[in-house]
């Protein structure tokens, strides 16, 4: 795995390059980057199955902060419901062993 901080690469005209490399890594990009935004930091993976994945953080200077909240809730993780909130909420815990066994 491959860490790389902004100087290890180039990002120009929405192609990536890497550090003592001249041609552009080719990328099948998934989304497409937001205009204003610029990479700050690459990972590229080689995973068990020899598939390379490039992962890039983006700063976003438009990012906005969210204002704080005064209410909090407490969860609890339990065996028969997967959790419950202090407001009473229940989550019916998944059963999905029981739905893959009835299917062998």
Same mark, same amino acid.
């Given at each position: 795995?491959?860490?790389?901080?902004?100087?290890?690469?180039?990002?120009?005209?929405?192609?990536?390059?890497?550090?003592?490399?001249?041609?552009?890594?080719?990328?099948?990009?998934?989304?497409?980057?937001?205009?204003?935004?610029?990479?700050?930091?690459?990972?590229?993976?080689? *995973?068990?199955?020899?598939?390379?994945?490039?992962?890039?953080?983006? *700063?976003?200077?438009?990012?906005?902060?969210?204002?704080?909240?005064?209410?909090?809730?407490?969860?609890?993780?339990?065996?028969?419901?997967?959790?419950?909130?202090?407001?009473?909420?229940?989550?019916?815990?998944?059963?999905?062993?029981?739905?893959?066994?009835?299917?062998?």
């Amino acid at each position: 795995m491959l860490n790389s901080r902004a100087s290890a690469f180039k990002f120009k005209e929405g192609q990536v390059y890497i550090a003592k490399c001249k041609e552009p890594l080719p990328i099948r990009w998934s989304r497409q980057l937001p205009k204003s935004c610029e990479p700050s930091i690459i990972t590229v993976k080689l *995973d068990p199955s020899g598939r390379w994945f490039v992962s890039l953080r983006i *700063d976003d200077p438009t990012n906005q902060k969210l204002e704080p909240v005064k209410k909090q809730i407490g969860i609890d993780l339990g065996i028969t419901s997967l959790f419950t909130t202090s407001d009473g909420i229940k989550v019916s815990n998944p059963k999905h062993f029981n739905k893959l066994y009835k299917k062998l």
